[in-house]
Each structure stands twice: as C-alpha cells, then as structure tokens.
C-alpha cells in the first residue's frame, strides 16, 4: 500500500482481556517498528525489526508485551491481560532503511483503551 | 534516562511569528537529528533532519539550528501559520546494526493564532 496501515483504529478493551494489533509497512520496507504514545507523554519504543535479525524488544515493559513479524511483512503487537496503564495510542512505523536515515513512515495508530 | 530533552512543552505563537523549539541531547554517538510534525488524530511525519557536520539546515519556513559542542538542536518556523499548529517531536539516532532506532523528545503542542 501507499502508507503503513494499523488495525483496529480503536480498540476498547476489558481489563484482563488480550488484544492483539496489527500493523502493515509499506511494501519493501525492512525496518518495522512499534512505539507507544501516552497522553501528554512523547514516543516510547517498543520493538524493532530489521530483516531476518532478531528483533530489539529493549522497550517492551513487561513480559505480557510481545510482537512478532511475519514473512517480513505484516506485524501483531500482542498484550495479554490487559492493565489501565497500557491505555494509549500504539503507533507502528516502517522504513526502508535498517539505519532509520530515510525516516520512518508512521501509521495512524491503534487507539486502546483500557476500562 | 531521557536521552532528548526537548522544551518547551507547549507554545503558542501569533501568525506570522516566529516558533523556536529547543532540544538537548546527552549521547554523542547520535549523528542523525529530525524532527517530526505530528496533527492530531495522525502518526507523525518526518519535516526535516540533519546531520552533526552542518550548522543548519533549511527548507523553506522551516530551518533546523544544530551546536555540536552544546549538544544541542532546534527548530525555527518562520512566518508561522494556523495550519503549523501541531505537535512537533525532535528525534536523534545513534548508528550501528540493530541498534538503531530512533529516540524521540516529549514534544511540543505549537498553536499558531490568528
């Protein structure tokens, strides 16, 4: 596609539950990455896949965070047992360089929050 | 450890004015600085970078400041308009393999008024 597309645009969730968000690059680019905006607060990185490399999950906050990248493609954000802390807007962003030199290209982002 | 501080948290600047944001960095491995617009509702979209072995860098109403031995960057709108209202993140990079992602600042809400 023309952009990086995320789904759902909104996600409301029960405390507990697990969502799963999905993110799509733009066709070609081999660096994916996630980052979570709270409100107020600036961009705070999650994860980083680069190419077949074994991702950078430096920024997950906890174990019940995790994301994979399938095919080199399409990525899920996966948050089990959701917590009111997790509430925030989740952006992902591809690029054609590993470097980030090119820019990133963000998605619009998956709204979640959590009641 | 917030590596990009930038300030100031909001700004508001008449038309026609003129928007400063400021940035700080601590680690000089970085060596690759943008910054990015971001409307309400939108991911953010790269506006501008620069590189450590320029001073500046312009691109129309907006112009990129860079002290190397102050560590220390900015972002100057020119002749600011309402559609400039948005908020504006600085960013920096350290290079190196799988390291390399970006670190953003905490951002600033500009509000350009009539």
């Known amino acids: 596609g023309a952009g990086v597309s995320q789904s759902p645009s909104n996600k409301v969730t029960e405390k507990g539950k697990d969502v799963e968000l999905r993110c799509d690059p733009i066709?070609?680019?081999?660096?994916l990455y996630w980052y979570r905006q709270s409100l107020g607060q600036g961009l705070e990185f999650l994860i980083y896949?680069?190419?077949?490399?074994?991702?950078?999950k430096s920024g997950l906050p906890s174990d019940r965070f995790s994301a994979e990248r399938t095919g080199g493609s399409v990525s899920t954000l996966t948050i089990q047992r959701t917590q009111q802390e997790d509430s925030a807007v989740y952006l992902c962003?591809?690029?054609?360089?590993?470097?980030?030199?090119?820019?990133?290209?963000f998605g619009s982002g998956t709204r979640l929050t959590v009641v | 450890q917030q590596q990009v501080k930038q300030s100031p948290q909001s700004l508001i600047v008449q038309k026609g004015g003129i928007s400063i944001i400021n940035c700080a960095y601590e680690?000089?491995?970085?060596?690759?600085f943008p910054w990015y617009q971001q409307f309400p509702g939108k991911g953010p979209a790269l506006l501008i970078a620069?590189?450590?072995?320029?001073s500046e860098k312009k691109e129309g109403r907006f112009t990129i400041s860079f002290n190397k031995s102050a560590k220390q960057f900015s972002l100057h709108i020119m002749d600011s308009q309402p559609g400039d209202s948005a908020t504006y993140f600085c960013?920096?990079?350290?290079?190196?393999?799988?390291?390399?992602?970006?670190?953003f600042g905490t951002g600033t809400r500009l509000q350009v008024t009539l």
């Open positions: 962003a591809s690029s054609s360089h590993g470097t980030g030199r090119g820019g990133y290209t």
């Open positions: 066709s070609g680019h081999t660096a």
């Open positions: 896949f680069q190419g077949n490399s074994a991702p950078d």
């Open positions: 680690n000089t491995a970085f060596d690759y």
């Open positions: 620069i590189r450590p072995d320029v």
């Open positions: 960013a920096a990079l350290k290079p190196g393999g799988t390291a390399s992602k970006l670190t």
